[in-house]
């Protein structure tokens, strides 16, 4: 069932578009970006510890946040932000731009039409994730890489089907650096081996 904490959260969830976009059409050097995103998972993790620890700073993100937060965020895991730089930095650490930037936005796109479809829609269960969200997640992240050419259709899709797949099954990882991670590695390994034709 689609709750309206769900869609705040899938909603900001899109807005990690910025990384890859960024770092697609306006951050030249994976030194600028790694910088930008090393200082940015720095930041979050110090606000997540200080919450953790500091019973006002708690109090105000359970008051005002709460609806775009989990249960478990809410009583003492870091957040999802958190998660979404730690995944966005190890990616772009990784591998190569042209590789990094599909990666990025299968996690921002891919990873939020496939819990919105699925929570709405979804009546096939694959273990807390349904068929449905999964092959919305894939057709979204086929549509938002459509006219990225930096890398070779095949690998697109490879990463994609990588991508949705890492997203319906339970890896113990949190989904935020599985995603990008493994998807990226999957394309990376394709690229590296010759595989970036159309």
Avoid at 78 to 101: C, H, R, S
Avoid at 169 to 174: K, L, N, R, W, Y
């Amino acid at each position: 069932m689609l709750k309206k904490g769900d869609i705040y959260r899938k909603v900001f969830h899109l807005g990690n578009m910025i990384f890859p976009l960024g770092y697609w059409f306006f951050i030249s050097t994976k030194t600028e970006m790694i910088i930008i995103t090393g200082s940015l998972l720095l930041l979050s993790v110090i606000i997540d510890v200080f919450r953790l620890k500091n019973d006002r700073l708690h109090q105000f993100f359970r008051r005002w946040l709460h609806v775009m937060m989990k249960t478990d965020e809410v009583e003492g895991r870091f957040t999802g932000a958190t998660w979404v730089m730690t995944g966005v930095f190890l990616t772009v650490i990784l591998f190569q731009k042209e590789v990094a930037i599909p990666a990025m936005l299968f996690l921002s796109v891919g990873d939020s039409v496939a819990a919105i479809v699925g929570l709405k829609y979804g009546r096939i269960h694959i273990g807390k994730k349904t068929l449905e969200g999964s092959l919305a997640g894939f057709v979204s992240c086929l549509t938002v890489v459509a006219f990225y050419t930096d890398v070779s259709f095949f690998i697109r899709i490879m990463g994609a089907v990588t991508a949705m797949l890492v997203e319906l099954f339970p890896i113990p990882i949190d989904d935020n650096v599985r995603i990008p991670v493994l998807s990226g590695a999957v394309m990376y390994g394709l690229y590296y081996f010759g595989c970036n034709v159309v």
